[in-house]
């Protein structure tokens, strides 16, 4: 069977999750010097593709892909991979990893919105900052059950891999999201809840037990609280319109049988500052502004605010 006939399971996710057969086959046959293919420092862009033209006391003298010849430092010259690589989904797997080779894999990778990249036992997300078709019922599917090597990368395969460790070796498991501010964090964590929601259904409804009550799923009960952290928790700031200034201690806990059974979050590092300053361009908690918006007047009236003209 080939790649193409195995990612048929992902649908319309699979160009953004592995690159075709046609593709990986033009890549092996394209041709390559390992002798003279390099990346080179540069100034502006970091690393550069270039070609040696020769090798003299310590200094290398290159020409690059934009036809410039420049003359570095032996250690500024970094050997490239051969094209089979190009776009590979685990960068542990390169015959030559070092920094630039790091980059070009994610910017080939993200320029055809393959966004998820292993580097040995981490999984590597490059915000897309767009919506992608890769987190629907029929990718949640195709992930379940499947080793991580059997699958391309994906914050799902993180997730299945750990639901089954738990279930075989009887064990908690932990999933640490990390990144700088605007990353995909918080996407991410929900992405994680959503896949545990779908896998592990308990099947059962909650029943009304009277107004005010919590009605629904359990799994809906877990999807629905994070609007509310948000709400109180999540600010506009000059890099992430919904940046998380808290941090979140997020645990599932499951049945003997995998069902999920309930779970709770810890908050800590709340910004309070946030409540009272704010830098230019900058705002304070979402629910100061969805209050005022008046989307539900009475809540207006129980906070004893009111519109003036000016406002």
């Not at 550069?48 to 290159?62: I, L, P």
């Not at 966004?115 to 490059?126: A, Q």
């Not at 498991?173 to 896949?195: C, D, F, H």
Request: charged share 25%; net charge positive.
């Amino acid at each position: 069977m080939s790649s193409d006939q195995e990612m048929a399971i992902f649908g319309e996710a699979a160009p953004y999750l592995r690159k075709s057969e046609k593709e990986r086959i033009e890549a092996q046959n394209k041709p390559f010097d390992a002798k003279s293919s390099v990346f080179v420092v540069d100034p502006k862009e970091s690393f550069v593709k270039a070609v040696v033209q020769s090798r003299e006391s310590g200094k290398v003298t290159v020409k690059t892909e934009k036809g410039a010849t420049v003359t570095v430092k032996d250690d500024q010259v970094y050997p490239m991979n051969p094209p089979k690589y190009d776009k590979i989904e685990d960068m542990a797997m390169m015959t030559h990893l070092h920094e630039p080779a790091v980059l070009y894999n994610l910017k080939e990778r993200y320029a055809a919105w393959m966004i998820y990249t292993y580097s040995g036992l981490f999984c590597v997300t490059v915000n897309p900052y767009k919506w992608l078709p890769v987190y629907n019922a029929e990718v949640v599917s195709a992930y379940r059950g499947k080793k991580r090597q059997e699958a391309p990368p994906h914050i799902f395969s993180i997730s299945d891999n750990a639901y089954q460790f738990m279930l075989t070796d009887r064990e908690n498991q932990s999933i640490l999201i990390t990144g700088e501010s605007g990353a995909g964090k918080t996407v991410n964590t929900k992405r994680v809840i959503q896949y545990f929601a779908t896998i592990a259904v308990t099947g059962e409804k909650k029943k009304e037990e009277g107004t005010g009550k919590m009605k629904g799923t359990l799994e809906d009960q877990i999807i629905s609280a994070n609007p509310l952290l948000e709400a109180f928790g999540n600010a506009k700031t000059v890099r992430n319109d919904n940046s998380s200034r808290f941090g979140k201690f997020i645990r599932i806990h499951f049945g003997t049988t995998g069902k999920l059974a309930s779970a709770d979050i810890e908050t800590y590092l709340l910004e309070k500052s946030r409540v009272t300053f704010q830098l230019k361009a900058e705002r304070s908690y979402h629910i100061f502004y969805q209050i005022m918006s008046n989307k539900m007047p009475e809540l207006i009236g129980k906070k004893y605010l009111k519109f003036t003209d000016e406002s």
